[in-house]
């Protein structure tokens, strides 16, 4: 459900609507708009004494039908109002920053002590609708901790077209390249390259696989430690449609496959697919490709009811009698923890159980021994199981799990590590001992470890003692790298621990780790950690050094640099509502939660006249999706447009939010629409006590959940907000509980744990009316500021019709309502120009109700 604050067609979807009373001004329209905003405008009145602000002559592009509600497209080639050239420039100059997405490290094929790390990067090129991805590599020679290298770039990068991934072999001698088909009846291709040219190009028919997942969920994809064979993860070959007609009986079909006069197809039994992001996409399976030649194989042994990914091989076995094989992880076609056949939507989703397995690798080419291979289960007894890794030595099978999020039916929790000790001879009988290594945390103390919140760990992510792992994990507001001795448990924080920036890992060579630091007014930079010699790992985060490896030559725009100079940002503590007296709260539910305050000024501090509070920045406050997720001190680029654009930011981590512990995250679930809007408008108290915002000037935006948040505070509070914006949001859980592809969702959040239980595909009027209390419609006819709509055709997720069933009732009620709909847009709005066309309108219309 989270929709990240990153992200449109002017043509024929865009909707301009406006039920206000208006008047037309030489060519331009203006809506009159006191009336509907009284109380709004005395409040500001109040405050800047009197004086009319320029909110009220605002000027609307829009002719006679859009004032009588009528819905209008512009006439074609229409540009963008002349006003929002400006902004348009300066969020084309923010899309031009590149992204650092991967990295691979590559050991030093002198012989030395240095390694390479080829680093892809990523720019959005916003007339292809698509990103570019490149490659520069950057030698890294062996450092000592007191030196400052001189890092040697390759010259220029190279764009990388057409691959959905790319996946160097462990030594780096050779790298494998993954083109997935563009229709339903092409080959896939695998390209392995060596360091000098093309080694060898395998294309799979249709018949054998389709497309190879590449979706960071199924997917998986990995090199045997011999590099003779890969495994991946593809969709399963389509099953053959019925043929109808005159010859229907016999094959329908001529010697070439194609149809015969009089016959055609029809379409077959449904089959379920997992939901949101996943339409029309068929199970993943697990295959094994032979390198040397071409060869491909399915693995055999996994029940057809199990969708497969994530696959890593098992270390070689001592003896070369015994296969080699593979551990993957298993999702059921449905979620034992929900009473219903059906497959719950997956991405986005933690809850869904999921385990290991482990299976005999086929030979490519080869006809399997007599023996049908049967995969087993291998973490029976924890609900959850991904991101399998063993350790370099092949003593150790580390893996995170999510079962906090299984057990209690929230969509995403506090995840734990595990580890199973593997048997030298790789031969797997019985039970395996599975060692608890990171527990869930319920709550800590000030400034102690939160818990882990880490859904993803890299390739190889080990140092080379083979017992610590390093990953990333959401620790309150930031995020940060950890380090892991994964034989003992103990823990520390690796990445530096002085900033308030947010951290991610890269790679790791030896004993350095390649990581980005960002913040909301810094660029990603990319940086290098290394570990003084003789140095425990674990010991305390003093012995990391951390230094820039910063890409040559990398300019932005002068109004880019300019506008993240002056900007400053802060990490507040906002102390727990008490909501509902007579609810028992758990300790870490009345812990304080956080929230991130973004200055465009550079002055955090209040301005200390009152009659210069016209002067503070007009304030935003952004709400991230889930509810089970949170807003980090990272760089968005559309966070720092905003920015740039005058606006300061509220990023709220309201209770539920991932990294505060687990009792803070449960304490929401059966609570939504009171307590997490209860925080929002105890952090929003916060900054105006603190004379960081105007009351007066105040707009709420989010998608998904923060859609749903932003809708609920224009609705229950609407005398302090001016204008609320909401992407995808959740207005009526009544309805999208028949129509979303995670019903589960609405029962959990709405009743709580309870909601597990009591979970039915047949609501019940009863738990119907519960789920329309705690949606924003509930509160609609209390709204009075003017809205803006962005919503995804395609989204499965919270469908659009629950968008446009608010929509319609605000504008039945005279509200004044913009809608741009995204005709093929999933539920995150990501596709390059529709974020693209969403900030910009976030910001055009921000500054025409803020300044
Ligand atoms: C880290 O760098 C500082 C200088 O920047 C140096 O004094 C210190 O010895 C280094 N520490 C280690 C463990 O290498
Ligand atoms: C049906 O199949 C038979 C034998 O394959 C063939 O002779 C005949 O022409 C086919 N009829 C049509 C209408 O295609
Ligand atoms: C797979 O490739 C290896 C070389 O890497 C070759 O020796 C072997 O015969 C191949 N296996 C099959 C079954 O084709
Ligand atoms: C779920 O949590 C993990 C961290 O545990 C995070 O990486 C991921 O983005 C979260 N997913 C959502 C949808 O918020
Ligand atoms: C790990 O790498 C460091 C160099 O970065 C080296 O000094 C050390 O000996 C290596 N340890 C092992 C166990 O290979
Ligand atoms: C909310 O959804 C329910 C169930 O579909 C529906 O009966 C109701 O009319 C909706 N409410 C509004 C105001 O649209
Ligand atoms: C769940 O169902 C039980 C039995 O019908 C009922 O007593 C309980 O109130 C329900 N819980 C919720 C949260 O609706």
Known sequence: MAVALVAASASASRLLLTTNPGRFVGCRWVPQRRGSHGSQQKLRSSVSGGSVRRKDSCVVRAMDQVASGKVMSPSAGEKTDASSDAESELLQAFYAIPSIDKAWTI???????????????????????????????????????????????????????????IVPSPSGAKVLIIRNPKDATSPTKLEIWGPGQLLREIFVPSSVHGSIYGDGWFEGVSWSQNEEFVAYVAEEPALSRPIFGQNASTSGQNSNGALEAGNWKGQGDWVEDWGESYSGKRRPVLFVANVSTGAVQVVEGIARDVSAGQVVWAPQAASSDTPQSLVFVGWSSYADNFTTPRKLGMKYCFNRPCYLYHVEAPVPGKEPSNAAPVATKLSEGVSSAFSPRFSPNGKMLVFLSAQAAVNSGAHNATNSLHCIDWPADGIISGKRQIRDVINVVQHAEEGAFPGLYCSNLIANPWLNDSSTLLLASSWRSQQVILAIDVESGTM???????????????GMQNSCVVAIESSPTKVQSLMLGHLASGDSPVKGGKEWNWSAINVPSLRFAAKVETAMQSMRYEILQVPAPMTDPLKSLSEGSGQPFEAIFVSPTGSINPPTDEARIESIPPLVVVLHGGPHSVSQTSFSRNAAFLSALGFSLLHVNYRGSLGFGEEALQSLLGNVGRQDVGDVLAALDLVIGNGMADPARVAVLGGSHGGFLAAHLVGQAPDRFTTAIARNPVCNVSSMVGITDIPDWCYVEAFGKEGMTNYTEAPSVKDLSVLYQCSPIAHLSKVKVPTLFLLGAQDRRVPVSNGFQYVQALRARGQEVKVILFPEDLHAIDRPQSDFESFLNIGVWLKRFMQ
């Open 492 to 506: 520390t924080k690796v990445s530096s621990s002085e900033s308030m920036a947010s951290w991610n890992i890269l």
């Open 107 to 165: 050991p030093s094929r002198k012989g030395e002590g240095g390694f390479d790390v080829v680093v892809a990067m990523s720019q959005v090129n916003l007339p292809a609708n698509a990103k570019r991805t490149f490659l520069s590599t950057v030698y890294i020679p062996e450092t000592t901790a007191a030196t400052t290298p001189d890092y040697h770039w390759s010259p220029f990068p190279f764009e990388i077209s057409g691959a959905s991934l």
